[in-house]
């Protein structure tokens, strides 16, 4: 079936410092990718997202490209802030399933000042 | 535009009691989620719907758990009769099936706690 897989956190480091979350992923089909945030207390919500290979995602100076050829889409970002400090969420979606969303299982995030 | 709504925010049970969490969707929204958080097992979806029909149900924990839509824009996730095992938080998203962007809208979750 199909699955995400992401680095455990918690991932600590400090602000203005280079943040990579690693996910990789096993589909029965060609699949679209995602990546969600959810800050402390509330929903997850879309932060960026690849729908075929190559492509890149980016938003908030977050990136990720979808790469076929290592089954991966690693989130990168050049110099974290203290307000990103959430738990990030590789997702995937095969087209046949409609809508559904199949997660990784998170990646805690704190950046210190 | 108001986001998917979830009710209660919290709610603190003693065992074998009935649980009803309730969601409204997003105006225009035809595809609803129940996704239920915990520290040990992470994000896990429990069922969905489209156009108000059930279309998978596999990740319903077991028969204690039920999920309906009366109507289009609500629905209710029941728990019945509710252990400890199930505290966790639960989460209801909705997104626009037409669409298909796979972009879901997350509630803000209701924290359940079972003593």
């Not at chain 1, 991932?11 to 679209?32: D, H, K, M, Q, R």
């Not at chain 2, 069922?47 to 209710?76: C, H, L, Q």
């Given at each position: 079936?199909?699955?995400?897989?992401?680095?455990?956190?918690?991932?600590?480091?400090?602000?203005?410092?280079?943040?990579?979350?690693?996910?990789?992923?096993?589909?029965?089909?060609?699949?679209?990718?995602?990546?969600?945030?959810?800050?402390?207390?509330?929903?997850?919500?879309?932060?960026?997202?690849?729908?075929?290979?190559?492509?890149?995602?980016?938003?908030?100076?977050?990136?990720?490209?979808?790469?076929?050829?290592t089954t991966s889409f690693h989130l990168e970002k050049?110099?974290?802030?203290?307000?990103?400090?959430?738990?990030?969420?590789?997702?995937?979606?095969?087209?046949?399933?409609?809508?559904?969303?199949?997660?990784?299982?998170?990646?805690?995030?704190?950046?210190?000042? | 535009?108001?986001?998917?709504?979830?009710?209660?925010?919290?709610?603190?049970?003693?065992?074998?009691?009935?649980?009803?969490?309730?969601?409204?969707?997003?105006?225009?929204?035809?595809s609803l989620f129940w996704y239920r958080q915990t520290?040990?097992?992470?994000?896990?979806?429990?069922?969905?719907?489209?156009?108000?029909?059930?279309?998978?149900?596999?990740?319903?924990?077991?028969?204690?758990?039920?999920?309906?839509?009366?109507?289009?824009?609500?629905?209710?996730?029941?728990?019945?009769?509710?252990?400890?095992?199930?505290?966790?938080?639960?989460?209801?998203?909705?997104?626009?099936?037409?669409?298909?962007?796979?972009?879901?809208?997350?509630?803000?979750?209701?924290?359940?706690?079972?003593?």
């Amino acid at each position: 079936g199909d699955s995400v897989t992401q680095m455990e956190g918690p991932v600590t480091l400090s602000e203005e410092a280079f943040l990579t979350i690693n996910c990789t992923y096993t589909a029965t089909g060609y699949p679209s990718l995602f990546w969600y945030v959810q800050y402390p207390g509330e929903g997850l919500q879309l932060l960026l997202k690849a729908t075929k290979a190559d492509d890149k995602g980016s938003n908030k100076g977050f990136e990720a490209t979808y790469r076929k050829e290592t089954t991966s889409f690693h989130l990168e970002k050049g110099s974290v802030q203290v307000s990103d400090s959430a738990v990030y969420f590789c997702a995937l979606r095969v087209k046949a399933a409609g809508n559904k969303l199949t997660f990784g299982g998170g990646t805690r995030v704190l950046v210190k000042p | 535009d108001a986001g998917v709504i979830q009710s209660p925010r919290h709610e603190v049970t003693e065992m074998g009691q009935e649980v009803t969490l309730r969601c409204k969707l997003i105006s225009g929204h035809n595809s609803l989620f129940w996704y239920r958080q915990t520290m040990m097992r992470g994000l896990e979806l429990l069922i969905y719907f489209n156009n108000n029909v059930p279309i998978d149900d596999s990740g319903m924990p077991e028969d204690r758990f039920s999920a309906k839509m009366p109507n289009a824009s609500f629905s209710t996730l029941k728990i019945q009769p509710s252990e400890p095992r199930d505290s966790a938080v639960y989460f209801c998203a909705s997104s626009h099936g037409q669409q298909n962007t796979g972009e879901l809208f997350f509630g803000e979750g209701s924290r359940l706690t079972v003593l």
